[in-house]
């Protein structure tokens, strides 16, 4: 499938912004990329797609590499002190440079102390392009992007390292503006006025937006364009979604099976013993995109369907004793392994959900979705909290981090309880070694103890009627908020503006049809014209959340797209993982 949304916009701002525009015709040229760089390059684009526009090699500037002193190389590289010395270091040696030229490309843009340096340096003889294509964030799904910068967490959260937060802050607000400035939009400015830090961060991204607004003024002067928002909001203003036990696909695998870097494994039934499969989850398997979003209870029932469809439309009949038994099929079919194996890793994967939702999940599940939304499937206010919780806390079976997630949802539920409560807890569950995790939950502004942090009011919810499934009735907070802000009904006071969008619908100058640009061709990022909304949580996003932003792009019809990024995606366990360390300095 051809990369769709942000992920296509980046894609061809790297292939048309780079590297086709140093491209000359039969000249092969080397690839150079740092960490940075190399992380956002492979999220947008195939190495076959590099490959075709005359690049031979792609290398890792932090590597010892051979010398190539008859070829240019290009240098997609991020602005820090390592790659930048990486860089005049290639062009030290006398009498042969590593290369024979260099057209250098940042990232973002890149402080004057470095910027010196290079100056200075032998380099400078041989730069024939010096750039900055403000890309400084990994598109990580067509409407998700992330900055990568899991450790961020720590330093917003723990007193350990809160004299660094003045210097990340400023680093992720440029990085915001730069997500700005690649989809063409400049945003109001808005943030959830109960935290300080997104009041400085928002003050911050507006800035820096202005910067890049004079660079470019054409930024955000599409039609429509004036309603663009961009909302910053913190973790601990939903501390529920990242606990709950999610049963859609997506967040409920990266919650029970080890998928890493986006990467699942599992086994295949061969010919004597098995074989372990890799098969990375994205956005070109478009079978994984159909289910994603989808409950579990739906996913095996939707694969079957379409796994069915897909054997009747090349005229091969299956009935319902086969159809679970791919092998059966791929023997008749062997020319359409590909297709075929994608319906086995999905059935796969939802069969691997289900075992451990079977074993150990479920029985929390109720539990979990009574107490977050404080009331029981007849809609009924809980009475007795402490009966639900107790058989759960005292069950040897149930592990610790289970545990964690069911006691800080009671927390949750009470709005805090008192220190001897939260003693007796601990001990029942017999947590004591990880109980330094709900303590620090109230680093986020959360009161674990009652009336530690004052005023603490939770959100209000609107109410929702839709059929959903008993074990999923909890909807992400920042779905209403989403919702309020596209109608225009977000409280002014609660989510205050940095700025209002200065932009009138009628500010972008007349272009004439004859005598203008219809001939050029549209680029990604134009061809979304209406308003978008764009999110940022400090602090990581969850599944669900990232479900919710396309669920209600979905429900506008496409009149607006929304946006969700963040340092990084959470699942619980590294939340809790993270939540772990704030009380200890950072190693």
């Given at each position: 499938?051809?990369?769709?949304?942000?992920?296509?916009v980046?894609?061809?701002?790297i292939?048309?912004?780079?590297i086709?525009s140093?491209?000359?015709d039969?000249?092969?040229?080397v690839?150079?990329?740092?960490?940075t760089?190399?992380?956002?390059?492979?999220?947008?684009?195939?190495?076959?797609?590099?490959?075709?526009e005359?690049?031979?090699?792609?290398?890792?500037?932090?590597k010892?590499?051979?010398p190539?002193?008859s070829?240019?190389?290009?240098?997609?590289?991020?602005?820090t002190e390592?790659s930048?010395?990486a860089?005049?270091?290639?062009?030290?040696?006398?009498?042969?440079?590593?290369?024979?030229a260099?057209?250098?490309?940042?990232?973002?843009?890149?402080p004057?102390?470095?910027?010196?340096?290079v100056?200075?340096?032998?380099v400078t003889?041989?730069?024939k392009?010096?750039?900055e294509i403000?890309v400084?964030?990994?598109?990580?799904?067509?409407?998700?992007?992330?900055?990568?910068?899991?450790?961020?967490?720590h330093?917003f959260?723990?007193?350990h390292?809160?004299s660094?937060?003045?210097?990340?802050?400023?680093?992720?607000?440029?990085q915001?503006?730069?997500?700005?400035a690649?989809v063409k939009?400049?945003?109001?400015?808005r943030?959830?006025?109960?935290?300080?830090?997104?009041?400085t961060?928002?003050?911050?991204?507006?800035e820096?937006?202005?910067?890049?607004k004079?660079?470019n003024?054409?930024?955000g002067?599409?039609p429509?364009?004036?309603?663009s928002?961009l909302?910053?909001?913190?973790?601990?203003?939903?501390?529920?979604?990242?606990?709950?036990?999610?049963l859609?696909?997506?967040?409920m695998?990266?919650?029970l099976?080890?998928?890493?870097?986006?990467i699942y494994?599992?086994?295949t039934?061969?010919?004597?013993?098995?074989?372990?499969?890799?098969?990375l989850?994205?956005e070109?398997?478009?079978?994984?995109?159909q289910?994603?979003?989808?409950?579990?209870a739906d996913?095996?029932k939707k694969?079957?369907e379409?796994?069915k469809?897909?054997?009747?439309s090349?005229r091969?009949?299956?009935?319902?004793?086969?159809?679970?038994?791919?092998?059966?099929?791929l023997k008749?079919?062997?020319?359409?392994?590909?297709?075929?194996?994608?319906?086995?890793?999905?059935?796969?994967?939802a069969?691997?959900c289900?075992?451990?939702f079977?074993?150990t999940?479920?029985?929390?599940c109720?539990v979990?979705?009574?107490?977050a939304?404080g009331t029981?499937?007849?809609?009924?206010?809980?009475?007795?909290?402490m009966k639900?919780?107790?058989?759960?806390?005292?069950?040897?079976?149930v592990?610790?981090?289970?545990?964690?997630?069911?006691?800080?949802?009671y927390?949750?539920?009470m709005n805090?309880?008192?220190?001897?409560?939260?003693?007796k807890?601990?001990?029942?569950?017999?947590?004591?070694?990880?109980s330094n995790?709900?303590k620090?939950?109230?680093?986020?502004?959360f009161?674990?103890?009652?009336?530690?942090?004052?005023?603490y009011?939770?959100?209000?919810?609107?109410?929702r009627?839709?059929?959903t499934?008993?074990?999923s009735?909890?909807?992400p907070?920042?779905k209403d908020?989403?919702?309020?802000?596209?109608?225009?009904k977000?409280?002014?006071?609660l989510?205050?503006f940095?700025?209002?969008?200065?932009?009138t619908?009628?500010?972008a100058?007349?272009v004439?049809?004859?005598?203008?640009?219809?001939?050029?061709?549209?680029?990604?990022?134009e061809?979304?014209?209406?308003?978008?909304?764009?999110?940022?949580?400090?602090?990581?996003?969850?599944?669900?959340?990232?479900?919710?932003s396309?669920e209600?792009?979905?429900?506008?019809?496409?009149k607006?797209?929304?946006?969700?990024?963040?340092?990084?995606v959470?699942?619980?366990?590294?939340?809790?993982?993270?939540?772990?360390?704030l009380d200890q300095p950072?190693?």
């Open positions: 499938m051809a990369p769709s949304g942000l992920k296509a980046v894609g061809e701002k292939l048309s912004g780079v086709k140093v491209k000359k039969g000249e092969w040229k690839l150079i990329v740092d960490h760089s190399m992380r956002i390059l492979s999220s947008c684009c195939k190495m076959s797609d590099i490959m075709a005359g690049i031979t090699i792609v290398e890792d500037i932090t010892r590499r051979e190539i002193p070829l240019e190389a290009i240098y997609l590289i991020s602005p390592k930048v010395r860089l005049i270091n290639d062009f030290r040696e006398v009498p042969t440079f590593t290369y024979k260099a057209h250098v490309f940042f990232t973002d843009s890149c004057d102390a470095l910027f010196a340096e100056g200075r340096s032998k003889k041989v730069i392009t010096l750039k403000n400084a964030f990994i598109p990580y799904e067509s409407q998700v992007y992330s900055l990568d910068a899991p450790e961020t967490f330093c959260f723990s007193s390292r809160s660094e937060k003045g210097k990340i802050m400023e680093i992720l607000a440029e915001i503006a730069t997500l700005c690649t939009e400049y945003p109001a400015v943030y959830r006025k109960a935290s300080e830090d997104t009041c961060l928002a003050q911050l991204v507006h820096k937006l202005i910067a890049h004079a660079d003024p054409r930024m002067e599409e429509d364009k004036a309603r928002q909302l910053i909001v913190d973790r601990g203003y939903d501390p529920v979604s990242p606990i709950l036990h999610e859609t696909l997506q967040a695998a990266y919650d099976v080890n998928i890493e870097q986006d494994r599992y086994e039934p061969g010919i004597g013993d098995s074989k372990e499969k890799e098969v989850l994205d070109d398997d478009d079978l994984w995109m289910l994603r979003h989808m409950h579990i996913v095996t694969v079957t379409l796994l469809n897909f054997c009747e090349k091969m009949t299956t009935d319902k004793a086969n159809i679970k038994d791919l092998s059966q099929i008749k079919m062997p020319q359409y392994q590909k297709e075929l194996s994608k319906y086995s890793t999905h059935l796969h994967l069969e691997d289900m075992k451990v079977k074993a999940v479920e029985k929390l109720a979990e979705q009574d107490l939304m029981d499937v007849e809609g009924e206010k809980i009475k007795d909290p639900l919780i107790v058989p759960v806390l005292l069950d040897s079976a592990s610790p981090y289970n545990k964690i997630r069911i006691i800080l949802l927390i949750y539920y805090g309880i008192k220190e001897e409560s939260l003693s807890l601990i001990q029942h569950a017999n947590i004591q070694n990880d995790i709900i620090n939950l109230q680093n986020l502004g009161p674990v103890i009652h009336g530690s942090l004052g005023g009011s939770k959100p209000e919810r609107k109410a009627v839709q059929e499934y008993q074990l009735r909890w909807t907070i920042l908020v989403i919702e309020d802000a596209i109608e225009d977000l409280d002014r006071k989510w205050p940095i700025s209002e969008n200065v932009t619908i009628n500010a100058p007349a004439s049809a004859r005598f203008g640009n219809w001939h050029k061709p549209k680029t990604a990022a061809y979304r014209t209406g308003p978008r909304l764009i999110l940022f949580i400090i602090g990581g996003m969850t599944f669900s959340e990232v479900r919710c396309y209600v792009t979905k429900a506008t019809d496409g607006w797209e929304v946006l969700i990024g963040s340092s990084h959470i699942t619980p366990d590294s939340f809790l993982d993270d939540l772990k360390k950072l190693q």
